[in-house]
């Protein structure tokens, strides 16, 4: 059975930093690409982030960019996302995801497997 846990959700004030991580377990994560998204009360889920198997390449949303950096530790089946500057308009739920494709994707439906969400709220 596939899991994918996300924890480092949390308070942080506008400006301050938050590292989340995500531990996939029950599939050959090398062999996956890796996603953050996130999805705000009463708004449509959105893509955040994006890394291919060996973490070479990457792609963001644009209005983190500069800001958020993904990562992978494939002897950990761990992926990260590292905020810093964050903003009031970062608080969401995020969502990690893994996906049976070969090339880095935006779209959600590329994505096979889905964690449970991490709240990050940023106060101004």
């Known amino acids: 059975q596939v899991q994918l846990v996300e924890s480092g959700g949390g308070l942080v004030q506008a400006g301050g930093s938050l590292r989340l991580s995500c531990d996939a377990r029950?599939?050959?994560?090398?062999?996956?690409?890796m996603g953050w998204f996130r999805q705000v009360p009463g708004k449509e889920r959105e893509f955040v982030s994006t890394?291919?198997?060996?973490?070479?390449?990457?792609h963001y949303l644009d209005s983190v960019k500069g800001r958020f950096t993904i990562s992978r530790d494939n002897t950990k089946n761990t992926v990260y996302l590292q905020m810093i500057s964050l903003k009031p308009e970062d608080t969401a739920v995020y969502y990690c995801?893994?996906?049976?494709?070969?090339?880095?994707?935006?779209?959600?439906?590329?994505?096979?497997?889905w964690g449970q969400g991490t709240q990050v709220t940023v106060s101004s």
């Open positions: 029950g599939l050959r994560f090398s062999r996956h690409i």
């Open positions: 890394i291919s198997w060996t973490g070479r390449d990457t």
């Open positions: 995801a893994a996906g049976a494709m070969v090339a880095i994707s935006q779209k959600e439906v590329d994505y096979n497997y």
